[in-house]
């Protein structure tokens, strides 16, 4: 049986592979869960998620938690929706 990507909290790390939640078989979960035409709802569900994991991070070790910057990227960076480039491959 394979396990689960799932997060460990309140330390956010993954509990099958132990690498910072949501590693990369979470997201690619995630993907295939939410679908393609799912990509705001799983940012919203992300964003609900990184705001749990600010607040456990910090309370847990305020002066050892990731920056912030780190975290937006960890949960939502990878997970907002593209917008297609121009024909011209400059700013659509």
Known sequence: MTRRHDPHRPLWLCRACGGPWPCGPARLTLLTE????????LCIHL???LYTAVEDLYRLA???AP??????E????WAAPRRPRSEGGGPA
């Open 34 to 41: 939410y679908g393609a035409d799912g990509r705001v709802a």
């Open 47 to 49: 964003a609900g998620l």
């Open 62 to 64: 305020p002066q050892d």
């Open 67 to 72: 920056k912030p910057a780190a975290l937006h």
């Open 74 to 77: 960890r949960f939502l960076g």
